[in-house]
Nanobody
Framework: QVQLVESGGGLVQAGGSLRLSCAASERSVTYYAMGWFRQAPGKEREFVAAISSSGRNITYADSVKGRFTISRDNAKSTAYLQMNSLKPEDTAVYYC??????????????????WGQGALVTVSS
């Protein structure tokens, strides 16, 4: 069973940048789509971005388009989320996920096989 560990969260001022990393425990994640979700206090978890196993297909939530960039390095079994121009409303716990399927299940709230424990991102105004 693949396990995911997020890192890179922290406190940043509005307008700043952070990069989250999601390291997988097994090389088999190379065959998985990977992505990011977030959950702000008192709100439901929401989709942020997803990337196919090859890295050729990428999807973003409208709220982060143009500011966030998802990428992956299959040689390191790691996915990344580069977050620029951060806003206070980006404050949330960010979760990494992985699933053999890349498609609408990511943005439509479908079941995803593997989840990380989450990393807190706090953006101060």
């Amino acid at each position: 069973q693949v396990q995911l560990v997020e890192s890179g969260g922290g406190l940043v001022q509005a307008g700043g940048s952070l990069r989250l990393s999601c390291a997988a425990s097994e090389r088999s994640v190379t065959y998985y789509a990977m992505g990011w979700f977030r959950q702000a206090p008192g709100k439901e978890r929401e989709f942020v971005a997803a990337i196919s196993s090859s890295g050729r297909n990428i999807t973003y939530a409208d709220s982060v388009k143009g500011r966030f960039t998802i990428s992956r390095d299959n040689a390191k079994s790691t996915a990344y989320l580069q977050m620029n121009s951060l806003k206070p409303e980006d404050t949330a716990v960010y979760y990494c996920a992985a699933d053999p399927i890349y498609g609408t299940i990511w943005s439509d709230g479908g079941y995803l096989e593997v989840w990380g424990q989450g990393a807190l991102v706090t953006v101060s105004s």
